[in-house]
C-alpha cells in the first residue's frame, strides 16, 4: 500500500473495511472461528485454542513437568526454575517492521501453561481504532504469570505493545514481569550452526519441522492491509494459524533449550549443541554446571574440540585447580592439539607452582623442538613470536638453575 493509498484509506473514499454480508461480524466470527469482544461499539475478534503438550514431546506433562530452568542459556539471567505457570507466551502480527507508535499490531497472540496443554488466545483487530477493548480483556485475562516468554520481543514485540498500552491509557499488566527473549538464547547455541536464527530454521534445522500452507512473514503486513479494503479472510486465517504456530514453536523451543542443559529424556546431546552449552558453561565460569558435563564426555566417550578443552583449562587454571588442568594439557599435548599453548602453561606451572626448574625446562624445550618440526613441514611464518617468547623462557630457567 502507497502513500496515496493510506491517504484514501482515512478519507472519506475508502471502501467498506468489513465484507457487505447481513451480520459481518457473525459471519467474520464464524469463519474464525472466534467470539465477539464489545460487539456494539468497538468489536474484536477473541481466538481460543488449546495445544496439547505431548504434541511437542510425547513424555510432557503438567503432572510430571512443571517447570524449566536454563541458567547457562540465560546467563544467570534467570538462575532458578521457572514455574510453567508463571510464563505468559506472546507473539504479534504488525503492520510493519519498523516498529514504533507508526506500527499498529492487529493480531496480538498469548499463551498459558495449563493442565498438560497449552492454551492460546488471541486478538485480532479488525480496523484501526478499535484496538481498546483487547487491551482491556487483555488486562483483565492476565493472571498470575511473572514472565514474558518471546522470541525478539525485547527488541520489537515488547516495546510495541508497550506503548498501545500507554496510547489507550491503560495500565500495562507485564510493567513489571521479568522478560525471557529466546532469540538471545538461540543465538548461543545455533548462530555458528544455523544459516539463521529465525523460528523457522529453528523448527527446520533442529526439530526437523516445517509449516506446509504457511504464509511468509514479510506478505502478513499487506494481507492485513488487502483485508482492511475488501474483507477478504482467506490469508487472515493463514496469519492466525502462523501467529498460533510461532506460540507453539516458542513453547517447544523452551522445552528443548531446558532438556540440553538437564539432560532430562535421554542421555545424549546432540554434538554441537553439547559443545555450544560447554562453551558457553566456561565463559560465565559455571564450574558446578560443567562438571556433570565432563562427566558425560567421560562416559558417553564424546569429543569436545581442543579449542573447548584449552579454554576450561585456563578457567581450571584460574580457580588454582592445578591437577585437572595438567590433566588437560597432558590429554591435549598426547592429542597432537594445541601442543605449544599445553607445554607452556605445564613449564609455567612448574617454574612458578611446584619450582621445579627442570621439569619446566624439559618441557620448554619440548615446545621448541615442536615449533622446528612445524616450521620444518609447513614453512609456518605465524610462530615467531612463539619462538621468541619460548627462547627467552629457556634463557631464564637456564639463568635460574646456574645460580642454584
Known amino acids: 500500500m502507497d502513500l496515496r493509498?493510506?491517504?484514501?484509506?482515512?478519507?472519506?473514499?475508502?471502501?467498506?473495511?468489513?465484507?457487505?454480508?447481513?451480520?459481518?461480524?457473525?459471519?467474520?466470527?464464524s469463519r474464525l472461528n472466534a467470539t465477539v469482544l464489545e460487539r456494539d461499539t468497538l468489536p474484536v475478534f477473541k481466538i481460543e485454542k488449546s495445544i496439547p503438550?505431548?504434541?511437542?514431546?510425547?513424555?510432557?506433562?503438567?503432572?510430571?513437568?512443571?517447570?524449566?530452568?536454563?541458567?547457562?542459556l540465560t546467563k544467570k539471567k534467570f538462575p532458578d526454575p521457572i514455574n510453567l505457570d508463571e510464563i505468559l507466551i506472546f507473539d504479534l502480527e504488525t503492520t510493519g517492521l519498523a516498529?514504533?507508535?507508526?506500527?499498529?499490531?492487529?493480531?496480538?497472540?498469548?499463551?498459558?501453561?495449563?493442565?498438560?496443554?497449552?492454551?492460546?488466545?488471541?486478538?485480532?483487530?479488525?480496523?484501526?481504532?478499535?484496538?481498546?477493548?483487547?487491551?482491556?480483556?487483555?488486562?483483565?485475562?492476565?493472571?498470575?504469570?511473572?514472565?514474558?516468554l518471546s522470541y525478539n520481543g525485547k527488541t520489537f514485540d515488547y516495546p510495541l505493545l508497550r506503548n498501545r498500552f500507554i496510547l489507550n491509557r491503560i495500565d500495562n499488566p507485564f510493567e513489571n514481569h521479568a522478560h525471557l527473549d529466546l532469540l538471545h538464547a538461540a543465538r548461543r547455541l545455533y548462530k555458528k550452526h544455523l544459516p539463521s536464527c529465525s523460528l523457522e530454521s529453528i523448527e527446520k534445522y533442529v526439530f526437523s519441522f516445517h509449516r506446509w500452507g504457511d504464509i511468509e512473514g514479510s506478505l502478513i503486513p499487506q494481507?492485513?492491509?488487502?483485508?482492511?479494503?475488501?474483507?477478504?479472510?482467506?490469508?487472515?486465517?493463514?496469519?492466525?494459524?502462523?501467529?498460533?504456530q510461532d506460540i507453539v514453536s516458542l513453547?517447544?523451543?523452551?522445552?528443548?533449550?531446558?532438556?540440553?542443559?538437564?539432560?532430562?529424556?535421554?542421555?545424549?546431546?546432540?554434538?554441537?549443541?553439547?559443545?555450544?552449552?560447554?562453551?558457553?558453561a566456561i565463559k560465565i565460569s559455571d564450574l558446578e554446571q560443567i562438571e556433570p558435563m565432563i562427566n558425560s564426555v567421560t562416559k558417553e566417550e564424546k569429543i569436545l574440540p581442543a579449542q573447548s578443552l584449552k579454554s576450561y583449562s585456563l578457567l581450571l587454571k584460574k580457580e588454582q585447580k592445578w591437577d585437572k588442568a595438567l590433566d588437560i594439557w597432558h590429554k591435549l599435548i598426547n592429542d597432537g592439539e594445541e601442543v605449544l599453548f599445553s607445554c607452556e602453561e605445564i613449564a609455567k606451572y612448574y617454574e612458578h607452582r611446584e619450582?621445579?626448574?627442570?621439569?619446566?625446562?624439559?618441557?620448554?624445550?619440548?615446545?621448541?623442538?615442536?615449533?622446528?618440526?612445524?616450521?620444518?613441514?609447513?614453512?609456518?611464518?605465524?610462530?615467531g613470536e612463539n619462538r621468541l617468547n619460548l627462547t627467552r623462557r629457556l634463557n631464564r630457567l637456564q639463568n635460574k638453575m646456574s645460580k642454584m
Do not use: C, W
Open 5 to 29: 493509498d493510506k491517504l484514501k484509506y482515512y478519507q472519506f473514499e475508502r471502501k467498506k473495511v468489513l465484507p457487505e454480508k447481513d451480520n459481518p461480524l457473525e459471519e467474520i466470527a
Open 251 to 280: 513453547a517447544r523451543l523452551l522445552f528443548h533449550l531446558h532438556h540440553l542443559e538437564n539432560d532430562e529424556f535421554d542421555s545424549t546431546y546432540p554434538e554441537k549443541e553439547f559443545v555450544s552449552i560447554f562453551n558457553l
Open 53 to 72: 503438550l505431548s504434541y511437542m514431546h510425547p513424555l510432557l506433562t503438567d503432572d510430571s513437568y512443571s517447570a524449566v530452568q536454563i541458567p547457562l
Open 355 to 383: 619450582i621445579n626448574l627442570q621439569l619446566a625446562l624439559n618441557y620448554t624445550n619440548r615446545a621448541i623442538e615442536y615449533i622446528n618440526i612445524i616450521e620444518e613441514i609447513h614453512n609456518h611464518t605465524d610462530i
Open 99 to 148: 516498529g514504533g507508535t507508526g506500527t499498529y499490531p492487529f493480531l496480538i497472540g498469548f499463551g498459558i501453561f495449563e493442565k498438560n496443554t497449552i492454551k492460546i488466545r488471541q486478538y485480532f483487530l479488525p480496523d484501526f481504532g478499535r484496538e481498546i477493548s483487547a487491551y482491556l480483556d487483555i488486562r483483565n485475562y492476565q493472571r498470575e504469570t511473572n514472565v514474558l
Open 223 to 244: 494481507s492485513y492491509f488487502t483485508f482492511l479494503q475488501t474483507g477478504e479472510l482467506n490469508d487472515i486465517q493463514r496469519i492466525i494459524d502462523h501467529n498460533q
